[in-house]
């Protein structure tokens, strides 16, 4: 078991991996606290009310999804370098621990300090600015549909963290043109098997979506039951961690 995790080995690279990268993280942050701030105050100049809990939530999950896939397609940048990938495979760590490392600052860490910037920069600007006769409110992150938006982020961290460790260069660009055309080729997989079992022509339709079709004039929507959004969350969290097992074993396969 200590070939594969031990404490004080992981200790001591966590502590190695925040040293080395600390002043890269601090640089991140404050860009991404600029982009907040900056892009904030033009929304608040802009509108006449008060940011509605729908809007916070929408801003927030936008940013988290995009931030957080950015940072965590870097997160093993060292592998891109020749020099550096020498030194980091060869370093007295299990591929395990490295990996956890790689995990924990990308999805856990970076989950709880952006969280915490959001709200910071969101209550300095509700500050900025007063509308009369108007009741501000704050979105909870702890309540729906923030639940499934962290599902979703998990599924979208698993995918860009695959990337990471399978891409020698330009990790963010290829892993997200991977996504992409995986959608599409789900999309059309998806429409033509719905379209093969009702029968009739349908739109588009994205696995776990919404059927639609056009009939007697009328645009018909066929929803699935509230029972299963549970089976969409199994689903995702499944193949979350498939892909983070995929991006692992693809990290044992790298060699100085």
Known sequence: MNNI????????????QLTEHYKTYLMSLTVLLGVMLVGGSFLVYLISAPIDSSMQTLLFSTIYFLAGTIFTSIIFADLSDKKKAIGYLTLPASHFEKFIIGWLF????????????FYLILMLLLSLKHWP????????VFAEPMTFLFIVFTLLHSIAMWGAVFFEKL????????????????????????ETLIGREVRAATPFSNIMFFENNRNITVAGIRQSD???????????????????????????
């Open 106 to 117: 990308s999805y856990v860490i970076f989950s709880l300090i952006y969280t915490g910037s």
């Open 230 to 256: 549970v089976l969409v969350v199994y689903v995702i969290v499944f193949a979350s961690i498939i892909l983070w097992a995929a991006a692992y074993y693809r990290l044992k396969e790298k060699q100085v």
């Open 5 to 16: 995790f031990n404490a004080k080995r992981f200790s001591l690279l966590f502590i190695k």
């Open 133 to 140: 006769n108007q009741h501000i409110e704050v979105f909870n």
């Open 171 to 194: 990790h963010f660009i290829k892993t997200a043109f991977c996504f992409f055309i995986g959608i599409v080729v789900l999309t059309l997989i998806n429409t033509w098997f719905i």
